[in-house]
Protein backbone atom coordinates (compact mmCIF):
# COMPACT_ATOMS: atom_id res chain seq x y z
CA UNK A 1 0.00 0.00 0.00
CA UNK A 2 1.40 3.48 -1.05
CA UNK A 3 1.39 5.95 1.86
CA UNK A 4 2.72 9.41 2.23
CA UNK A 5 4.04 10.87 4.84
CA UNK A 6 3.09 14.73 4.95
CA UNK A 7 5.03 16.91 7.97
CA UNK A 8 2.52 19.95 9.09
CA UNK A 9 4.28 22.94 10.67
CA UNK A 10 2.35 23.79 14.12
CA UNK A 11 0.19 27.17 12.20
CA UNK A 12 -0.70 24.98 9.47
CA UNK A 13 -2.22 21.91 12.06
CA UNK A 14 -4.25 24.81 13.70
CA UNK A 15 -5.89 25.87 10.35
CA UNK A 16 -6.52 22.55 9.49
CA UNK A 17 -10.51 21.90 9.86
CA UNK A 18 -12.46 20.64 6.77
CA UNK A 19 -9.17 19.39 5.06
CA UNK A 20 -8.50 17.20 7.37
CA UNK A 21 -11.08 14.80 5.82
CA UNK A 22 -10.08 15.22 2.44
CA UNK A 23 -6.10 14.45 3.24
CA UNK A 24 -7.46 11.03 5.25
CA UNK A 25 -9.82 10.09 2.55
CA UNK A 26 -6.51 10.12 0.12
CA UNK A 27 -4.54 8.23 2.35
CA UNK A 28 -7.23 5.52 2.33
CA UNK A 29 -5.94 5.03 -1.57
CA UNK A 30 -9.35 5.93 -3.23
CA UNK A 31 -11.56 3.11 -0.70
CA UNK A 32 -14.75 3.38 1.23
CA UNK A 33 -14.61 5.08 5.01
CA UNK A 34 -17.04 3.39 6.94
CA UNK A 35 -18.45 4.16 10.45
CA UNK A 36 -18.40 2.24 13.68
CA UNK A 37 -20.37 3.15 16.85
CA UNK A 38 -17.86 2.02 19.85
CA UNK A 39 -19.91 2.29 23.44
CA UNK A 40 -18.39 3.30 26.08
CA UNK A 41 -20.22 3.35 29.13
CA UNK A 42 -23.91 5.03 28.43
CA UNK A 43 -22.75 7.06 25.91
CA UNK A 44 -21.96 5.70 21.98
CA UNK A 45 -19.21 7.47 19.63
CA UNK A 46 -18.94 7.35 15.81
CA UNK A 47 -15.70 6.79 14.90
CA UNK A 48 -14.23 6.83 11.20
CA UNK A 49 -11.98 4.03 9.66
CA UNK A 50 -11.04 2.45 6.68
CA UNK A 51 -9.89 -1.01 6.10
CA UNK A 52 -8.64 -3.43 3.74
CA UNK A 53 -8.13 -6.97 3.73
CA UNK A 54 -10.55 -7.65 6.50
CA UNK A 55 -13.98 -7.31 8.27
CA UNK A 56 -14.75 -5.13 11.45
CA UNK A 57 -17.06 -7.92 13.62
CA UNK A 58 -17.49 -5.52 16.97
CA UNK A 59 -15.83 -3.00 18.79
CA UNK A 60 -15.85 -1.98 22.33
CA UNK A 61 -13.91 0.01 24.91
CA UNK A 62 -11.58 -1.41 27.94
CA UNK A 63 -11.88 1.68 30.67
CA UNK A 64 -9.88 -0.18 33.22
CA UNK A 65 -6.81 -0.31 30.23
CA UNK A 66 -7.78 3.22 28.49
CA UNK A 67 -8.25 0.99 25.09
CA UNK A 68 -10.33 0.30 22.18
CA UNK A 69 -10.81 -3.37 20.91
CA UNK A 70 -11.25 -3.85 17.23
CA UNK A 71 -12.26 -7.72 16.24
CA UNK A 72 -11.93 -8.10 12.90
CA UNK A 73 -12.03 -11.09 10.36
CA UNK A 74 -9.02 -10.70 8.06
CA UNK A 75 -8.97 -12.67 4.41
CA UNK A 76 -5.66 -11.32 3.89
CA UNK A 77 -2.73 -9.23 5.02
CA UNK A 78 -4.80 -5.59 5.70
CA UNK A 79 -4.37 -2.20 6.80
CA UNK A 80 -6.88 -0.45 9.27
CA UNK A 81 -6.65 3.15 8.90
CA UNK A 82 -8.94 4.67 12.15
CA UNK A 83 -9.57 8.66 12.97
CA UNK A 84 -9.23 8.47 16.56
CA UNK A 85 -11.00 12.07 17.92
CA UNK A 86 -9.40 12.81 20.97
CA UNK A 87 -12.93 13.59 22.99
CA UNK A 88 -13.01 9.99 23.06
CA UNK A 89 -9.46 8.50 23.23
CA UNK A 90 -6.09 10.23 23.44
CA UNK A 91 -2.65 9.20 24.55
CA UNK A 92 -0.65 12.21 25.98
CA UNK A 93 2.16 12.19 28.45
CA UNK A 94 3.79 14.51 31.27
CA UNK A 95 3.33 18.03 30.09
CA UNK A 96 0.45 17.37 27.97
CA UNK A 97 2.78 16.59 24.92
CA UNK A 98 1.53 13.66 22.89
CA UNK A 99 2.54 10.08 23.16
CA UNK A 100 2.13 7.28 20.76
CA UNK A 101 -0.48 4.84 21.15
CA UNK A 102 0.44 1.33 22.00
CA UNK A 103 -1.09 -1.23 19.31
CA UNK A 104 -1.41 -4.77 19.80
CA UNK A 105 -2.22 -7.66 17.05
CA UNK A 106 -3.88 -10.50 19.42
CA UNK A 107 -2.09 -9.30 22.25
CA UNK A 108 1.48 -9.07 20.64
CA UNK A 109 2.87 -4.90 20.25
CA UNK A 110 2.94 -3.92 16.63
CA UNK A 111 3.82 -0.67 14.72
CA UNK A 112 1.33 1.99 14.28
CA UNK A 113 1.65 5.02 11.60
CA UNK A 114 0.23 8.06 13.27
CA UNK A 115 -0.66 10.00 9.76
CA UNK A 116 -2.51 13.14 11.27
CA UNK A 117 -2.28 14.59 14.12
CA UNK A 118 -4.83 18.23 15.24
CA UNK A 119 -6.37 19.75 18.15
CA UNK A 120 -9.79 17.33 17.17
CA UNK A 121 -8.31 13.78 16.42
CA UNK A 122 -5.66 11.35 15.54
CA UNK A 123 -5.25 9.00 12.46
CA UNK A 124 -3.29 5.65 12.70
CA UNK A 125 -2.56 2.96 9.75
CA UNK A 126 -2.20 -0.33 11.61
CA UNK A 127 -0.94 -2.86 9.13
CA UNK A 128 -1.86 -6.39 10.40
CA UNK A 129 -1.33 -10.21 8.89
CA UNK A 130 -4.04 -12.73 7.69
CA UNK A 131 -4.22 -14.34 11.00
CA UNK A 132 -4.57 -11.25 13.44
CA UNK A 133 -8.26 -11.40 15.26
CA UNK A 134 -8.55 -8.52 17.25
CA UNK A 135 -6.44 -5.01 17.27
CA UNK A 136 -6.17 -3.14 20.52
CA UNK A 137 -5.22 0.67 20.44
CA UNK A 138 -4.44 1.79 23.84
CA UNK A 139 -3.97 5.26 25.19
CA UNK A 140 -3.63 7.29 28.18
CA UNK A 141 -7.43 8.48 28.52
CA UNK A 142 -10.42 7.51 27.31
CA UNK A 143 -13.86 9.06 27.57
CA UNK A 144 -15.64 9.32 31.17
CA UNK A 145 -17.91 7.43 31.89
CA UNK A 146 -19.77 10.42 33.02
CA UNK A 147 -18.34 13.31 30.91
CA UNK A 148 -18.52 16.58 32.06
CA UNK A 149 -20.63 15.44 35.02
CA UNK A 150 -17.48 14.06 36.45
CA UNK A 151 -16.58 17.56 37.80
CA UNK A 152 -19.53 18.76 39.11
CA UNK A 153 -20.25 15.80 40.67
CA UNK A 154 -16.70 16.36 42.81
CA UNK A 155 -17.18 20.03 43.08
CA UNK A 156 -20.31 19.09 44.91
CA UNK A 157 -18.89 16.50 47.09
CA UNK A 158 -16.25 18.86 48.75
CA UNK A 159 -18.47 21.30 49.22
CA UNK A 160 -20.54 19.19 51.20
CA UNK A 161 -17.92 17.75 52.98
CA UNK A 162 -16.62 21.40 54.07
CA UNK A 163 -20.36 22.04 55.15
CA UNK A 164 -20.05 19.32 57.50
CA UNK A 165 -16.77 19.89 58.48
CA UNK A 166 -18.19 23.47 59.44
CA UNK A 167 -21.42 22.50 61.33
CA UNK A 168 -19.31 19.66 63.87
CA UNK A 169 -16.83 22.42 64.21
CA UNK A 170 -19.67 24.97 65.35
CA UNK A 171 -21.21 22.19 67.29
CA UNK A 172 -18.11 21.15 69.14
CA UNK A 173 -17.42 24.94 70.03
CA UNK A 174 -20.73 25.11 71.99
CA UNK A 175 -20.42 22.00 74.21
Known sequence: MLRSNIAYSSSVVSRMTESTASI???STAGGKV??????VGNQSFSLRYHVNGANINNTSA??????????L???????LNIEL?????????LGNVNEDY????????IDAEQTITNNR???????FEKGVNQIEIAGTRIVPEFGQLN??????????????????????KTS
Open 121 to 127: LRTLAID
Open 102 to 109: IVFADGQH
Open 73 to 79: SPSTDGT
Open 62 to 71: DKDNTSILIA
Open 85 to 93: PRSVIDSKG
Open 24 to 26: WRA
Open 34 to 39: DTFDLK
Open 151 to 172: GLLLSLSIIGTLALAMKYRRLG
